[in-house]
DNA sequence: GATGTTTTCGACTTAGCGTCGAAAACTTTC
DNA sequence: GAAAGTTTTCGACGCTAAGTCGAAAACATC
């Protein structure tokens, strides 16, 4: 139920006019367990602003705003997810696409470059009021053509999961194979096998063992080792192969 | 040896101003044999204009221009296309990224998406004055950003070719193994084994035999079959899998 | 000490790409 | 017309790496 369109896309000299606005997909693992610390419930969620004003008042959308004619769309980016979000520096960032369909705001003509950008589960809450971290599986309708943004932004990480270390913008410093296992089924909606999931990584040298943990509070069983990713920046690690869904599920 | 940069980014009354216009990246595989028929040699190619005007004036750059505040960027390439180019529909068309620095543009604050578009090899040659196919292996110096541009559409094309049937984009309607070998040689920029590129193609239903061609200009040996691509839309044959390089070499 | 739980790792299976060589099906040459 | 040469096709084998499974390790609790 969209706002019919109502102004026209010329300013009063009937100069051509529109906007160009970046987007920012903010993309995080969590919730599922006790405290920040994950668990077998963890899954994908979205960084969402309620809309306080029109259009599309009291919906949900992502963060974002126009770009100044001096600085660059990633520094435009930084400058509204900070003001916005009071968010720090995204762990990974990346261009999506660019949304320019004529209809797509219903007042100006606006082109939007949206960016997926990763931050791990343990940077827990946002700042701002009205900001939240939505489920995507669960996702509410969204203003504009956000949903689709987030759509996008999604299949992208779900994309890449597999064949880059794209995965260590998403994980903790410091983590279990178990839940660096919770992270991968997030993102790729099915189940992974740790041992295959472990193998893989260690092979194409993505991760290192760090040592073995005493958990505080551990329920029983082996004490997990702690595992690190070996670099802190985005690499396509191995473009032919692909960590498939189980064959037998 | 740009040329330094010399107009601010306002207008007379001081209002923030800037332009949107979209480029072509319009690739094939061409030459390397004779008239029009593909050969050992075949390459990857651009379609590129001669530019006769400041900025860049006599440098190549890609096809392209502003978005009319009605229309959307798809129908602002195809319009750019066809009078520029006198080019007739793409084959496949994705849009690839948006550019933005701001000292892209010498003389304005230009952002431009550009778009990557595919047609056969069949399709010759360009119709307008000052445009030509380039070599993608030799490219000359090229005006604004157009040498990053392409190569980001080349990095696309290559790295989606060995799991979607983009190829089909390339290939003409019909065709040999030998003649698909060359196209998929000349977008990889590895040798190719015949036997293995017709198995994968086959057990992924991206390709289906024809039938047999007497060919006129034949050199002798054993008639080749023709083959189809099984569909004329792009999609996602096989996200498990890839046509790595041969090992041997 | 026995039991239960979680993690880790080696061993096996399977799928699919890479390679090779023989056979097929033609043209050209002697 | 037979032999030689060329190109294509296809079956067969090998190898790599992902997928699976179960046993052993290393803890907590009863």
Not at 112 to 141: H, N
Not at 216 to 232: I, K, N, V
């Amino acid at each position: 139920m969209r706002p019919v369109m109502r102004a026209p896309f010329r300013d009063q000299r009937g100069v051509a006019k529109y906007r160009h606005e970046v987007l920012g997909v903010v993309l995080r693992v969590g919730g599922g367990g006790s405290q920040g610390a994950l668990g077998g419930g963890a899954r994908l969620q979205v960084l969402a602003r309620n809309r306080d004003h029109e259009p599309f008042a009291g919906m949900w959308a992502l963060p974002g705003g126009p770009v100044e004619v001096s600085e660059s769309m990633e520094e435009a980016l930084a400058r509204h997810l900070s003001a916005q979000l009071g968010l720090g520096s995204l762990r990974h960032r990346e261009q999506l696409a660019t949304f320019s369909d004529p209809g797509r705001d219903p007042f100006e003509r606006t082109i939007a470059t949206a960016y997926l950008g990763l931050v791990p589960c343990s940077d827990s809450s946002p700042g701002a009021a009205g900001v939240r971290w939505l489920d995507l599986a669960d996702l509410p309708e969204m203003a504009f053509d956000h949903h689709l943004v987030v759509e996008q932004g999604a299949e992208r990480l779900r994309g890449k999961v597999s064949y880059t270390n794209i995965a260590f913008a998403l994980a903790p410093g410091e983590f279990t194979m178990a839940a660096l296992r919770d992270i991968y089924r997030a993102v790729l909606g099915h189940e992974v096998d740790v041992t295959n999931l472990s193998r893989v990584l260690r092979r194409r040298g993505q991760i290192e063992r760090v040592g073995t943990r005493a958990e505080p509070g551990s329920r029983g069983g082996r004490p997990p080792s702690t595992w690190r990713f070996t670099e802190d920046a985005y690499r396509v690690t191995d473009p032919f192969a692909v960590l498939g869904p189980a064959r037998g599920r």
